[in-house]
């Protein structure tokens, strides 16, 4: 065989497999491009075929560009390569790597409905039926309720959600970092370089604000009424805790907890079954009073320092409305520098606020927005984009 003979990529059932694999991977989420594709071709000529463990190396070397994507892999290839019964007599008993015989994640669900798609004579024409997707479409799906949708629509706006990222809005601090263009004299920085010259200044240094991120903490609502929106909000909170590091989240129903470290897993799957296997109390009661009081008084001097912007998401529905509600709410207010209120009921355009429990937390937010849209959860992000306000805190309601 030549070096000719390399650059051309084999034909027959061979390609097809190994380009039904690469489909399979780009709908579980992994970047394949069709460079990758024809490497992979060309490199199964270098190869023994009927070796698992040098075809498996060999394409997750080609496949796998980032660590997170190496767990999909593994289970992509143990699935489709056990499903293809065309290559049953090409593929020997020699083991897996140890880490591809790990138990199937939740990230397995996703591999699974790659791999339950049509056959790959009928992609194009799912492909060319998407393409068609009028704007008036798009319209509908970006404006729908949550809680409305099918299905095959949430499947739609998690993969919407998931693309979606927070502008690093800066916030001023007290610091300074040397810098060329800043207001102030680095004396000391100067002084020491004058030392090179016999103490003739000649090169003035300069001090800079240093300009930080603000933190983000979120505190969402997992109780039976907000049953119908709370994966989709953590799909959303995985998305902005992947492209920011300063974001804190904790859920609550009847107790509250920390899933700030379950979030951070980069596989929005797993991060969500972290998240999952680490609460008692989804889609139960609602205890706000008793959660925010946990908060204020155990987690607020950690998170909500350095100016922190403070998402609550919750319909408002308190089980126990007392006096105590309104205190820790007030206390939340006056721990962080801007409290947004997320709530889903302001999709109803006669929304009023006749619960006690609203009533009670209303005046002691900043914002009031609703939350139950692709179109809502836009408009969040380009609030938390803008430069907050300075000197007033006013109560906003904004339509979806």
């Keep these: 065989m030549t070096i000719i003979d390399h650059l051309n990529p084999p034909t027959g059932m061979m390609a097809d ?17 069709p460079g990758a594709v024809i490497d992979a071709l060309n490199a199964m000529q270098l190869i023994e075929i ?10 997750q070397a080609i496949f796998v560009k980032r660590h997170e994507h190496a ?22 008993s020699i083991p897996l790597p140890d880490h591809a015989k790990k138990k199937l994640k939740p990230a397995s669900r996703r591999v699974q409905d790659a791999l339950a798609q049509p056959a790959t004579h009928e992609v194009p024409q799912q ?18 309720d949550f809680a409305q949708m099918s299905a095959a629509e949430i499947a739609q706006v998690t993969r919407a959600i998931a693309q979606m990222r927070l502008p690093q809005a800066e916030l001023r ?25 016999g103490g003739d200044i000649v090169d003035i240094r300069k001090l800079g604000r240093i300009d930080r991120p603000s933190p983000i ?12 929106y709370t994966r989709l909000f953590l799909h959303f909170l995985h998305a902005i805790t992947d492209a920011r590091k300063r ?8 107790r509250l907890t920390n899933v700030t470290r379950a979030l951070r897993e980069r596989d929005p799957d797993e991060a969500l079954a972290n998240c999952s296997s680490a609460v008692e109390d989804w889609a139960g009661g609602t205890r706000i009073s008793a959660s925010l009081h946990v908060f204020n008084k155990q987690w607020a001097r950690r998170v909500l320092g350095q100016g922190a912007i403070v998402l609550l998401i919750s319909d408002g529905l308190e089980r126990e409305a007392d006096a105590k509600l309104s205190f820790e709410m007030d206390r939340l207010h006056r721990s962080c520098r801007r409290l947004i209120w997320l709530n889903p009921l302001l999709r109803f ?21 609703p939350v139950h849209n692709l179109t809502s959860m836009q408009a969040l992000i380009a609030a938390l984009s803008a430069p907050p306000p300075v000197h007033q805190r006013a109560l906003i309601r904004s339509a979806a």
Excluded: C
């Excluded at 903490?217 to 119908?228: F, N, P, R, W, Y």
């Excluded at 606020?353 to 002691?364: E, N, R, S, V, Y």
């Design 127 to 144: 492909q060319e039926q998407e393409l068609r997707l009028s704007v008036s479409d798009k319209e509908i799906l970006q404006k729908k």
């Design 349 to 369: 355009g006669g929304f009023e606020a006749k619960a006690q429990g609203i009533k009670m937390m209303l005046p002691h937010v900043d914002e009031f927005r």
């Design 217 to 228: 903490v979120a505190l969402l609502d997992i109780s039976g009424s907000m049953s119908e």
């Design 247 to 254: 974001v804190s989240v904790f859920l609550f129903g009847t």
């Design 50 to 59: 009927g070796n698992r463990g040098d075809l498996y190396a060999t394409l």
């Design 17 to 33: 497999n190994i380009v039904g694999f690469a489909r399979a991977l780009r709908a579980a989420g992994l970047p394949v491009g």
């Design 71 to 92: 767990l999909v892999f593994a289970q992509a290839f143990a699935l489709f390569f056990r499903a293809a019964e065309d290559w049953k007599h090409m593929l020997d």
């Design 173 to 197: 601090t007290r610091r300074h970092a040397p810098d060329q263009h800043g207001l102030r004299l680095d004396l000391r920085r100067t002084l020491r370089g004058s030392l090179r010259t």
